[in-house]
């Protein structure tokens, strides 16, 4: 329904799919879904060797990354 599909976005889901399925559209999601992950994650981990930054600094940076 489009309220619980509203409810799962909100909830940091990162799409909504509906039954049946189409299954090349739920791989191209799947993928799409992998590579924000790895993105995110090279992100951070850029942070985490940036010198000469203090700590609260890179917790802000890497708190930017996760909430988008």
């Known amino acids: 329904t489009v309220p619980s599909a509203i409810a799962a976005i909100k909830l940091g889901a990162a799409d909504y799919l509906i039954k049946p399925?189409?299954?090349?559209y739920l791989l191209t999601r799947a993928e799409a879904a992998?590579?924000?992950k790895k993105a995110r994650e090279d992100e951070?981990?850029?942070i985490?060797?940036?010198p000469y930054i203090s700590?609260?600094?890179r917790k802000e940076m890497i708190s930017k990354v996760?909430?988008?």
């Open 21 to 24: 399925c189409d299954l090349d």
């Open 66 to 68: 996760l909430t988008g």
């Open 48 to 50: 985490e060797m940036i």
């Open 55 to 57: 700590e609260r600094e």
């Open 44 to 46: 951070i981990q850029r």
């Open 34 to 36: 992998a590579a924000r």
